[in-house]
């Protein structure tokens, strides 16, 4: 089972501005944020980590496990894709030692330059993985992440991006999905229909807003299916704090 997800989570009259069928473009991701926390947030590296540390808890687990995975394996060479802030990132960093490299990728340019301005220690390129490729960089990379970025791609472009990381000689790709469909979100998505039948009956126009399309909500078998498509086989799955699926891809 899939389904479009939707947000509201940015300044609803900046969003409704926007094409809410459409995925946001990097454009519109960079007003948006650049509007929101640019001037809050994005004022400093103490602002930064001020912000997004509450937000890190729930993801320690997952650092953990990737940070014993890079160290068990040996991995030297990783990226990140869709990283935002690069908060995780930096954190991956510091728990490392530093003689890894760690590349972080984003395609909204202002989460880009904040990030090279504020974490240094390592590199932050703009990459859009339904466009670019990975000869922008210069790097074989041993191991490929995703903080929950993979679920914005539609199916062809998930296979495609996953194909290519596996041509070009990423050893080992894992994929942390929070946006991930459990059996009640499956039951719930079911029953969806008649709920939203009753919820047009009660509320006003300017309720109906449902938000703006930001990616696909993907059961396990839906996930496995695409692993396979591309040509990954599936070493571990795991459920890690706010990850409800983590797949180790080899
Ligand atoms: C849910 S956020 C996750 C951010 C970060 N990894 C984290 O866990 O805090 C998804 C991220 O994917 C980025 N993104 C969306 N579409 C993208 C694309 N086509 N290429 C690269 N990044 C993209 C967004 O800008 C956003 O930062």
Redesign the pocket.
């Given at each position: 089972m899939k389904r479009r997800l939707y947000t509201k989570s940015y300044d609803i009259n900046e969003l409704t501005k926007l094409d809410s069928e459409k995925?946001?473009t990097?454009k519109e991701?960079e007003e948006l944020i650049e509007i929101e926390l640019g001037r809050s947030v994005f004022r400093s590296k103490e602002s930064v980590l001020e912000y997004y540390l509450p937000k890190c808890f729930s993801?320690f687990e997952a650092l953990e496990f990737l940070k014993n995975r890079i160290e068990e394996e040996k991995y030297q060479n990783i990226i990140?894709?869709?990283?935002?802030?690069s908060?995780?990132e930096y954190l991956l960093y510091l728990s490392l030692s530093k003689d890894k490299n760690i590349v972080s990728?984003?395609?909204?340019n202002f989460?880009v330059e904040k990030s090279n301005e504020f974490f240094p220690e390592f590199l932050t390129i703009q990459?859009?993985?339904?466009k670019d490729t990975l000869s922008k960089v210069d790097t074989n990379f041993d191991i490929a992440v995703f903080?929950?970025?993979s679920y914005?791609?539609d199916d062809d472009e998930f296979i495609n991006f996953f194909k290519h990381l596996k041509s070009e000689g990423v050893k080992e790709i894992i994929d942390f999905d929070s946006a991930f469909m459990t059996k009640t979100t499956q039951f719930k998505n079911a029953i969806r229909p008649i709920i939203e039948v009753a919820k047009k009956f009660k509320s006003t126009t300017s309720d109906n807003f449902e938000g703006k399309f930001h990616g696909y909500s993907r059961s396990r078998k839906e996930l496995l299916n695409l692993y396979k498509e591309s040509g990954w086989l599936v070493k571990k799955e795991l459920t890690l704090g706010v990850y409800k699926f983590c797949a180790v891809l080899n």
């Open positions: 995925l946001f990097a991701s993801k990140s894709f869709g990283s935002g802030s908060v995780l990728s984003e395609f909204n989460y990459f859009d993985f339904t903080f929950c970025s914005v791609m």
